[in-house]
């Protein structure tokens, strides 16, 4: 649902390393249903979102501009299809609530395309995290940013741009999958001539005085590091850390044990999360575990609360809604 550039990504990744089939394409034009359709092979194509709701497919990948992520889910979820939504999985917490209970009451899966947390290298990550090698953690450091042609949808006000949701969302999903719920948080941002968000950073802290700090910003290409500090070791994950590549754990004597795994992007790595996808409704599950329901909704809180101290508000909100309960 939606055509656009991730999409392209998608079905490239799905269609080259798994036997899914991508059923359909839908869209709110026709000729460019029809021309992706084209480019991809896939047999059906259609004119608008509802078209695409009503035909007969298994699951519908809402792969529209953020602020259309809601409604595109929600129609997909009121036609009885499983839905995996393209992140940020709503531009705010109520959202992201609103498609969770929309689709645990409904007996369907969803679950945020965060592609990220689904790679190998994070499934041993969380085995690392688990076992406790790395100690009692304390603190995480994440960042984010690149350089985008000023024609790029996230110089538009109007499809709720800014780095927050395109690519802080990577070290915001990190810092609150790993430390889990913040008690404080302190954020400084700047605005972009466009009228976007051009850059923000953040102090988070969590109980027992775990802390992280994260920056996004438009301006230009960074090393997209993150770490994860205990207080035995450190991890830190080669940049981007967001996409398929490397991790290596230190330890205060020298020692060093690396993960090796090639570097890549999306054609690498997207179809891992509709790989999970496919195994987890297969068996008749409404989640995933690599990125559960509440933790998509945990994420969006605490980018509202950014966004509150900021005074960021997206088309269609009023300030009250961005809002971290």
């Known amino acids: 649902m939606g055509p656009g550039w991730i999409a392209e990504r998608f079905t490239e990744s799905v269609q080259a390393h798994t036997s899914q089939l991508i059923a359909a394409i839908g869209s709110r034009s026709l000729d460019r249903s029809e021309a992706f359709a084209g480019r991809h092979g896939i047999s059906h194509s259609f004119g608008s979102y ?58 369907l899966f969803a679950a945020e395309a965060m592609w990220t947390f689904f790679l190998p290298k994070f499934d041993v990550i969380r085995q690392v995290l688990d076992s406790g090698m790395l100690g009692d953690l304390t603190t995480v450091l994440a960042e984010y940013g690149e350089h985008f042609d000023r024609s790029h949808r996230i110089f538009d006000p109007a499809l709720a741009g800014g780095p927050l949701l395109d690519l802080g969302t990577y070290p915001l999903s990190l810092i609150t999958s ?100 496919a195994r987890a409704i297969a068996a008749g599950k409404l989640e995933v575990p690599q990125r559960p329901l509440a933790e998509s909704i945990r994420t969006m809180a605490v980018a509202d609360a950014i966004r509150n101290q900021l005074g960021i508000v997206f088309p269609g909100e009023s300030p009250a809604t961005v809002r971290r309960d």
């Open 178 to 277: 790993v430390l889990g719920e913040p008690d404080r948080l302190l954020a400084l941002g700047e605005p972009h001539e466009s009228g976007v968000n051009a850059q923000l950073s953040a102090v988070i802290s969590f109980a027992g005085g775990r802390q992280a700090m994260m920056n996004t910003q438009l301006h230009n290409f960074t090393p997209t590091s993150a770490t994860i500090v205990g207080t035995e070791a450190s991890l830190t994950i080669d940049g981007p850390f967001n996409m398929p590549g490397g991790f290596a754990i230190r330890f205060p004597d020298g020692t060093r044990l690396a993960y090796e795994e090639p570097a890549g992007a999306h054609f690498e790595g997207l179809h891992y999360e509709a790989a999970a996808v």
């Open 50 to 107: 509802e078209e695409l709701a009503a035909s007969d497919v298994d699951i519908i990948y809402v792969a529209t501009p953020h602020n259309f992520h809601y409604e595109a889910a929600l129609l997909a979820l009121d036609a009885g299809k499983h839905v995996l939504i393209e992140k940020p999985i709503g531009i705010n917490r109520e959202q992201a609530a609103g498609i969770a209970d929309r689709a645990a009451g409904a007996g």
